[in-house]
Nanobody, 130 residues
């Protein structure tokens, strides 16, 4: 059974830094990509970043490129999202999820397509406010 536990959210001032963790179980990070998504109240879920299964290539949404860094520790089955220079519009619930089996061991992950992911975690709240 595929499961995810997100952690690391909290309250941070604009310009601050948070690092989120996604602990995965039930599969190998070497086989399937992981994506980070966020959803603000009243808005659709949007892609933030993903990391490919085959070679850990990172992909970022335009809004976070240059400020966020995704990484993984396969031995711990954990994916991290370091978020620097956070902005108020980053206030959301952040979720991690696994790319569908169609992309098994792919060298690519579609960061902007939440519908290509399933088995969502419970999310972790990030609030950026002064």
């Amino acid at each position: 059974q595929l499961q995810f536990v997100e952690s690391g959210g909290g309250l941070v001032r604009p310009g601050g830094t948070l690092t989120l963790s996604c602990a995965a179980s039930g599969f190998s990070l070497d086989d399937r990509a992981i994506g980070w998504f966020r959803q603000a109240p009243g808005k659709e879920r949007e892609g933030v970043s993903c990391i490919s299964a085959a070679d850990s290539s990172p992909y970022y949404a335009h809004a976070v490129k240059g400020r966020f860094t995704i990484s993984r520790n396969s031995s711990k089955e954990t994916v991290y999202l370091q978020m620097n220079d956070l902005k108020a519009e980053g206030t959301s619930v952040y979720y991690c999820s696994v790319l569908i089996r169609e992309y098994y061991r792919a060298y690519f992950c579609p960061v902007t397509l939440p519908k290509k992911y399933d088995n969502w975690g419970q999310g972790t709240q990030v609030t950026v406010s002064s």
